[in-house]
């Protein structure tokens, strides 16, 4: 099925609804969309190579995170992850145009805080590096809490060529799991103390999990080929049922974006 959606600028971010969101992640999957998308494509310039390996370059920040690896119930989703890893690097070319992330790193972001430039002025140049953690583990308990105890389920339904990678999308078929993500934003991003650090959101929420970074300028066949093994995969994703179980979120700091470190005194939230 084909979607087309147009979203008006808003004025100020906001978090999409139930219906436009599902739409919007169908859209973004298309075989039309793809092909527009990686006529696009350019290097995102977070991974360098080099004699035949690779080597993160720095990108600082915190953020809140949900791991793949956080539950068990991910382990089937992980492998079928890895899968297309293998697809993507066996048909891509150039090799060394295209970073396959570990799966170590797989995550979906609920909330992103600071990064870069804002995390160097807001935190590191702050002295707040140490204190953070305790900061944003405060914001959680202000959070409300959910009587739901189910995890919340987010069906993957296939790649998306965004910009400088590529990931796997995702919706949801209950509307009170995208709900239970999209309050405990706006709730976290409402937060008057966090706002002092300028943390705000900055796009709205959109299910997914980078694979894939491009990391080398591609010419016209190169960016049609990237479009037609991405169409493909999706026709056989289409047919599959696979699924990020979601349970929690929690603090994650960053050097680069292949790690995602968590300190014992790092704070979670039960979603």
């Given at each position: 099925m084909n979607y087309k959606l147009t979203i008006a600028e808003p004025e100020s971010i906001s978090d999409?609804?139930?219906?436009?969101?599902?739409?919007?992640?169908?859209?973004?999957?298309?075989?039309?969309?793809?092909r527009e998308r990686a006529l696009n494509a350019k290097p995102a310039g977070n991974f360098y190579y080099n004699d035949n390996s690779w080597s993160p370059l720095e990108y600082e920040g915190f953020a809140v995170v949900s791991m793949l690896s956080e539950n068990v119930e991910n382990e089937a989703l992980t492998a079928r992850l890895k899968e297309i890893q293998k697809e993507l690097q066996y048909n891509l070319s150039p090799t060394y145009a295209f970073y396959q992330l570990p799966?170590?790193?797989?995550?979906?972001?609920?909330?992103?805080?600071l990064s870069a430039d804002r995390f160097k002025k807001n935190i590191l140049d702050s002295g707040l590096e140490k204190p953070f953690p305790e900061i944003v583990g405060n914001a959680f308990d202000r959070v409300s809490g959910t009587e739901d105890t189910n995890p919340?389920?987010?069906?993957?339904?296939?790649?998306?060529?965004f910009g400088t990678a590529i990931g796997m999308l995702g919706i949801f078929e209950n509307e009170n799991d995208y709900n239970r993500i999209i309050n405990f934003r706006t709730e976290f991003y409402g937060d008057q103390e966090l706002a002092k650090l300028d943390i705000k959101m900055t796009r709205p929420f959109i299910g997914h999990i980078t694979l894939t970074y491009i990391e080398h300028n591609l010419n016209k066949n190169q960016k049609d080929h990237l479009a037609v093994v991405?169409?493909?995969?999706?026709?056989?994703?289409?047919?599959?049922?696979?699924?990020?179980?979601?349970?929690?979120?929690?603090l994650r700091r960053y050097h680069h974006l292949a790690e995602f470190i968590k300190q014992d005194n790092y704070p979670a939230h039960s979603l």
């Open positions: 999409l609804s139930f219906d436009t969101y599902n739409k919007r992640q169908f859209y973004e999957t298309s075989i039309e969309r793809n799966p170590e790193s797989f995550h979906q972001t609920i909330a992103n805080t919340i389920f987010m069906k993957m339904i296939g790649l998306s060529i991405i169409n493909e995969l999706n026709e056989t994703l289409s047919d599959e049922e696979n699924y990020f179980t979601i349970s929690n979120t929690g």
